[in-house]
């Protein structure tokens, strides 16, 4: 049987997808009065449906999906092979 996937076990998913791209590591910062979202911070989503992974795409902290929606272990699965894929496209970059 598998281990159950654990809303913690996504956030460091997320964490570590964020690290191996090189992108923001928070959703966004207060600048004064005004909050300011990170453009290209991975985050995660979740409601009735589920869970999905989202990408924060402009200043005002507009997003787009990246991994649909599914349950925890689908997300999981899903954002695994996302890091395997984008591993594997740094490392051709190496050798061409």
């Known amino acids: 049987m598998s281990e159950r996937i ?3 076990n996504l956030r460091g998913l997320v964490d570590r997808i964020n690290r191996t791209t090189g992108s ?4 966004g910062a207060m600048v ?10 991975f985050c995660l989503d979740k409601n009735i449906g589920g ?3 989202e990408r924060v795409c ?9 991994l649909h ?5 689908e997300l999981w699965d899903q954002g695994k092979a996302f ?10 970059r190496r050798h061409d």
């Open 51 to 53: 869970w999905s992974l």
């Open 83 to 92: 890091l395997k894929g984008w591993e594997m496209a740094q490392e051709a």
């Open 6 to 8: 654990t809303p913690k």
């Open 24 to 27: 923001p590591m928070t959703h």
């Open 69 to 73: 929606r599914g349950t925890a272990r």
């Open 58 to 66: 402009n200043d005002g902290g507009g997003v787009t999906t990246i």
């Open 32 to 41: 004064g009065s005004k909050y300011s979202a990170n453009p290209g911070h």
